[in-house]
Every structure is written in C-alpha cells, then in structure tokens.
DNA sequence: GCCAACGTTGGC
DNA sequence: GCCAACGTTGGC
C-alpha cells in the first residue's frame, strides 16, 4: 500500500463534504497538471490519502480518505461547460484522468500546516516546501503515520 | 488582495 | 529549443 497526499479547498469540498457524500465517495475531477496526474495513475485501490485542506484558515490536513477507483478519464475536460474543460482533449485522447477516493475518517483534531513544518520528522514532506503547489503528491508511510499519530487518530 | 513560485503557451 | 508573457496555486 503507498501513501498520497491531496489537495482540496474546504470551500469547495470539504472532507466533511466528502464524508457527507454518497457512499462516503466521490471522483476527484479537475487535476490538469501532468506530475499530478501521473502520481494518480500510479494510485491502487485501498491506498491511503491525507486530505489537505489548501486556502483554508488554517490550512492542514483534515482527515484520512482511501482510493476506491484507479484512474480513469476525466470526462469533466471534453465539458465545454465545466470549468475544467481543456479543448485538447477527446475521446481516443482524454489527457486528464482521476480516482474516486472514499472517505476513511477524519483526524481528531486537524494538523495544520505550521504544525507540519514544526515537525522534523516531516522535513522532507512536499507539503511543506517552499514553492510546492502540487495537488497530489505522494507521502512515505513515515510520514502518514506521523501525520495521524499529531493528528490524535482517525476518527472512523 | 498581494505576490512568489511555479507551469504553460506561443512567437520566433 | 529558447524564453517572455501569462495564468494558476495557495500561503499569508
């Protein structure tokens, strides 16, 4: 099993919102950069995910989700009416693909990104580098368990 | 709202 | 292939 780290803005979707959603489950649609993506391809069903909160007060990661479907096309970018609709893709060529990603439980308390970078065990995470805007990345099991260990454990 | 740090686009 | 202009991300 590998480890991820996703990107969400709480406005938008919240892991609230996707612990809220049928099934506990959604499609995450509308990644459009190329590492991105190829970090999702590389997903497995049962994987685990920290779901990051971005453009949040604080931001920080807010609870645990699991991948429940490889990837797969992003029909949403042949949508000239969605907001992420990319003209170069097709059919024969979808270019942009996405997981559904189910939610696990929730961190008892949210580890926000001051206490991310507080934490020398998580030196190396992208999440806290300086300039890293990835929406997907991976994360070592290290630091997955570190991450729910400052977040007081998953509440199921 | 600002702006640094990217990634992408397109002229050449 | 270079690189300037532009768009986006996301913390602050």
Known sequence: ????????????????????????????????????????????????VLYYHSN????????????????????????PESPYH???????KPIWEMVDVRAVGSLSRLVSLDELKADPRLAEMLVVQRG?????????EQEYRTVVELGGGIVE
């Open 1 to 48: 099993m590998r480890y991820w780290l996703m990107k969400s803005e709480p406005d938008v979707f919240s892991f609230d919102d996707l612990a809220a959603a049928p099934a506990r489950t959604t499609s995450w649609e509308g990644v459009r950069n190329y590492r991105a993506r190829n970090f999702m391809r590389e997903m497995a069903a049962g994987d685990r």
């Open 56 to 79: 949040a007060s604080p931001p920080g990661i807010a609870g645990v989700a699991e991948v429940a479907r490889t990837a797969y096309p992003d029909h949403h970018a042949r949508d």
């Open 86 to 92: 990319d003209p170069k893709a097709s059919e024969e």
């Open 132 to 140: 890293q805007r990835l929406s997907v990345m991976p994360v070592t």
